[in-house]
Structures are given as C-alpha cells and as structure tokens.
C-alpha cells in the first residue's frame, strides 16, 4: 500500500500549528521547515535547539475523514457505527484522539463511547480502528482538549 507521508507541527509555546502538510526528502524538508521557523522565533537566551524542545510532530493517518480532510495523530475524532441488526440493533459513537501503532495502523485510543441503543455513556481503554469514511474530525488535542 502506498500513502503519502506528511506531518504537520504544533508549538507548545505559541499554542499554534506552524506547518501542516510538509513532507520529507530524506531529512532536508521537514527538518528544514522547523529548523526556520524555530530560528525565526527563538528568544534572545535561546538556541534554536532549545526552540526544538517546543515542537510537535504529527503523521498524516493516510485517512481522510467523511468529509475529505485528512486525518493526523493528534486528531480528535467522532466514529458513528450503526448497525440495523434485529437480534441486536447497534447505534454506537466513538470518540477518541488518533494515534498511529506499527501492528495495527491508525486508530483512537481512550475512547468515549456513547450507545445510544442503551442511553449510556462510558469511558473505553482499548483501541479501536477507524474508518475513515465512518470518521469526522471534531477537534485536536492541542486546541479541544476539553473534548477527551
């Protein structure tokens, strides 16, 4: 499977994205797009390395939401999975903040898990896989965290 390999940066000092979308070419890009903007932005006491230390990288999924954008880690997501099943109809939401595993592939993880069928609401530790045609972006963990 082929997918295009972009990351996007959060500054934790800032509290800002300042890039999104850039790749990599060997190291040269995405190291060059941070190394600048960390330079243009450090303190008078700071070396561009310390600037480093505020940066956040995150990976493009490979998915896009239902709605076409594409999903980072990071990425607050909202998975509605409805199953018309007359033994046992399942009308489930999943919300969850996307992270990328090597086994598995992206997923949310801690998700809060709302079973409409029941009326209940609870919290889940495990991990769940996401489709991302079944997914919509709702928010970041950098700027919603009130949302996990």
């Known amino acids: 499977m082929n997918r295009e390999i972009k990351f996007r940066a959060w500054d934790n000092r800032d509290k800002k994205f300042v890039a999104t979308g850039f790749g990599v070419i060997g190291e040269v890009t995405m190291f060059g797009v941070i190394d600048e903007y960390c330079f243009e932005t450090k303190s008078k006491d700071q070396t561009t390395l310390d600037r480093l230390g505020d940066i956040e990288i995150e990976q493009l999924t490979g998915l896009k939401d239902k709605n076409g954008v594409d ?3 990071g990425d607050i997501v909202s998975i509605h999975v409805e199953i018309d099943d007359p033994e046992r109809p399942v009308d489930v939401e999943f919300i969850g903040t996307v992270k990328i595993l090597p086994s598995i592939g992206a ?3 801690k ?3 709302r079973d409409f069928g029941r009326d209940t609401v609870r919290v889940g530790y495990g991990y769940k896989h996401i489709v991302g045609n079944r997914s ?3 928010g970041n963990v950098h ?3 009130e949302m996990l």
Request: aromatic letters at 6%; proline letters at 7%.
């Open 111 to 113: 998700s809060t898990i």
């Open 71 to 73: 999903i980072y880690e």
């Open 143 to 145: 700027q919603n965290p």
């Open 107 to 109: 997923c949310i993880k």
């Open 136 to 138: 919509t972006i709702i």
